[in-house]
């Protein structure tokens, strides 16, 4: 049974960000500034990036690494940033990531050379390691007893700015270039609207913090040593909290999943069902859509009737059609095992993050969803490689039943140990 605290006074203690009759316009500032930033960041990622990267002469492992590149400055930064949130605020640190937003953009404009590229790439991706999870704690602090609700708002919008920035980028491209070959030119162009929409989210995040900015209180002033001291005591209350570390491992192993199916599933479906991309590209359309509409009352469910068995649960609704998948090749079927995925996705994030937060104390927010934003990025890039390996193992390349099956077993254990780990989902009460 899930205890409840005082949570109805829409206030951030641990940061002084005191929301109390704004709650409503704050969060929908919050969602539209995410909304701009990720619309932002997927417009300089797909498919953009992997051409500019192609027509700078990279070959086929130089463009994968230029597109990794990011994500791996994700996985090294994330933590250090929410613990950097707590110590010096959500709002500050939350800004120091829109400004990466909104300033490294620019540096593409100087870029002529694959090794300019992937140093550009490496810097921008700052922009998610430290935005993601302060952002996160930031609603968290603010949403009250709707938390899992309002983070899942809040990140189905902000999978609708990436929806709207890949295709805007293709869009861009091909008028630009009129249908040959693009070149720098044409692709300065694009960088310069990437950080027209990175700008836009931190003028629009100056209006909405307006008057909101935290200060919180170290025990022992702001000397370095009481900086450095604050900061190994985030990291170590974090990390040596077992149900901290499962429940991200849930959304981390799910999320090895979606990075399998993301890599694999238009190749399955192109290759060996002889579809069309277009309809490669449905059967991955339907499951972001599912995920995104369902995601809020998901979310309104976890908030309810607790989360610990919505998550374990959810993480079968994932198992089953993605083990199915490659057993089939009529595209209705693979609409509906896509569709339920996407479901069983939206289940499992929408309860996560939440869960998490409330494991934790309140002015170890950011510490916490970072490292949740860390394992996050493990899994994401951990899936198409191992589900690459281990159809590489069965010799033909085309068998996909094997290791989606062996994916699938990982999310399996991972459920069950979870399930045997963290045996409530309340939270502790903090003095």
């Known amino acids: 049974m899930m205890t409840k605290t005082n949570t109805k006074a ?5 940061n002084g960000i ?5 709650l409503g316009s704050a969060f929908n500032g919050l969602c539209a500034v995410g909304f701009l930033a990720r619309a932002s960041y997927a417009l300089a990622r797909t498919p953009v990036l992997a051409l ?6 990279a070959g086929p492992e130089a463009i994968g690494f230029a597109v990794a590149i990011s994500t791996v400055t994700g996985i090294f930064f994330k933590m250090p940033a929410g613990v950097l949130s707590d110590i010096i605020g959500r709002t500050r640190t939350l800004f120091m990531g829109l400004i990466v937003f909104a300033f490294v953009p620019f540096a593409y404009l100087f870029v002529s050379s694959y090794e300019a590229l992937v140093v550009v790439r490496f810097f921008h991706g700052f922009a998610t390691a430290i935005y993601g999870p302060v952002a996160m704690a930031v609603i968290v602090g603010i949403a009250g007893d709707k938390r899992a609700e309002m983070l899942a708002w809040f990140s189905s919008i902000t999978i609708i700015g990436n929806l709207v920035g890949a295709p805007l980028g293709g869009f861009l491209l091909t008028w630009l270039s009129g249908g040959h070959d693009p070149n720098l030119t044409h692709f300065h162009i694009i960088y310069g609207v990437v950080a027209a929409f990175g700008m836009a989210s931190l003028l629009m995040a100056m209006w909405v913090m307006k008057g909101k900015w935290d200060s919180p209180k170290l025990e022992n002033g702001r000397t370095l040593s009481a900086v450095w001291g604050q900061f190994r005591t985030g990291v170590r209350e974090i990390l040596m909290d077992r149900r901290v570390l499962l429940t ?6 799910q999320n090895l999943s979606v990075g399998a199916l993301e890599a694999f599933l238009p190749i399955y479906a192109v290759v060996i069902c002889g579809f069309s991309a277009f309809q490669a590209g449905l059967l991955w359309g339907v499951q972001i859509l599912v995920t995104v509409l369902s995601k809020p009352l998901m979310g309104k469910i976890s908030d309810r009737h607790g989360r610990r068995n919505l998550l374990f649960w959810g993480m079968f609704v994932c198992v089953v059609p993605f083990v199915l998948i490659p057993w089939f090749q009529d595209f209705i079927v693979l609409m509906v095992l896509s569709a339920i995925f996407g479901l069983g996705e939206a289940v499992v994030t929408s309860s ?12 170890h927010l950011g510490s916490a969803m970072g490292t949740f934003g860390t394992i996050f990025d493990v899994g994401h890039a951990s899936g198409p490689i191992l589900a690459g390996a281990l159809i590489g193992l069965t010799g033909s390349g085309t068998d996909y039943r094997f290791s989606f099956a062996i994916v ?5 254990v991972a459920a069950i140990v979870f399930r045997i780990g963290v045996r409530d989902d309340c939270r502790q009460s903090v003095s």
């Open 10 to 14: 829409p206030v951030d203690s641990a």
């Open 18 to 22: 005191d929301m109390n009759g704004s």
């Open 52 to 57: 500019f990267a192609a027509s700078l002469g």
């Open 248 to 253: 991200s491992n849930m959304e981390g192993v």
């Open 352 to 363: 996560a993050a939440a869960l998490v937060a409330d494991f934790c104390r309140d002015d």
């Open 408 to 412: 699938a077993a990982l999310l399996v």
